[in-house]
């Protein structure tokens, strides 16, 4: 309500975190979240493939470790099934509502992964994706980026503090030549995209990162 009585402008800004295992993504979004915070900017944290229920039922299938045997064409559509559910029940009601949406990966993911990565066909993947995602666009993507084995170095001494580190380790299982294609997958999308793109170097420490996730945000919502 606060916004409607001119105190709090709505800001409808879509804004998409990327990179590989182990980047820093879901440790950058919680700290871009306080952030925003601070300012009493209205803003929704979200990620993908569970950000809805449905989601989280979705994520099931694919990274419980009995379904290693998940083909990559059924794994592209499972993502992108949890993508239209997550799109249409949680991003763009936000965005109508006014709000910033933060969301941990979105579709460029599937570009990076189930395309450079597992070598699914780019232009099957457009169509598929553009569907799900009700051609649903970041005005505002931040890449971060830093060599695979360092991102998979973090990735696994977190998923060794958890409970049950098999959990989410689908892609962390997969070689290095895999990560590496991913990493230079995103790095294509990004040449293909620099407007909305912004590239962080990741392998520096969790402050300095932050401080250029923050310079990126508040120009995109100053704008
Ligand atoms: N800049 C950093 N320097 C050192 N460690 C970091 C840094 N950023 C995050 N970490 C740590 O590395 C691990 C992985 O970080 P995080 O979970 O944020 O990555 P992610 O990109 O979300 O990974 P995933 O793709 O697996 O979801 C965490 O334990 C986190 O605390
Ligand atoms: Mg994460």
Redesign the pocket.
């Known amino acids: 309500m606060a916004f409607l009585t001119g105190r709090i402008k709505p800001v409808n800004k879509f804004i998409t975190f990327e990179?590989?295992?182990?980047?820093?993504?879901?440790?950058?979004i919680e700290l871009a979240v306080a952030y925003l915070r601070e300012k009493a900017i209205p803003c929704v944290v979200t990620r993908e493939p569970t950000g809805t229920d449905i989601g989280m039922k979705i994520a099931d299938i694919l990274f419980k470790r009995e379904h290693g045997h998940l083909c990559a064409e059924a794994e592209l559509l499972l993502f992108c099934a949890a993508r239209a559910q997550h799109v249409r029940t949680v991003i763009q009601p936000a965005l109508r509502e006014g709000k910033v949406v933060l969301c941990?990966?979105f579709s460029d993911a599937t570009y990076a992964y189930q395309g450079a990565g597992r070598g699914l066909d780019r232009e099957i993947i457009r169509i598929i994706n553009d569907y799900s995602a009700v051609h649903t666009r970041p005005d505002l993507t931040l890449l971060?980026d830093l060599p695979v084995e360092a991102?998979l170095k973090?990735?696994t001494?977190?998923n060794n503090?958890l409970d049950d580190p098999a959990a989410?380790d689908r892609?962390?299982r997969e070689t290095l030549e895999f990560h590496r294609r991913i990493r230079e997958g995103y790095l294509e999308i990004l040449k293909n995209s620099p407007e909305r793109f912004r590239l962080i170097d990741?392998?520096?420490?969790?402050d300095a990162?932050q401080e250029d996730v923050r310079r990126h945000i508040s120009a995109l919502i100053k704008q």
């Open positions: 990179g590989i295992e182990g980047s820093g993504k879901s440790t950058q941990d990966r971060f991102g973090r990735a001494a977190r503090r989410s892609f962390e990741a392998d520096r420490n969790i990162i």
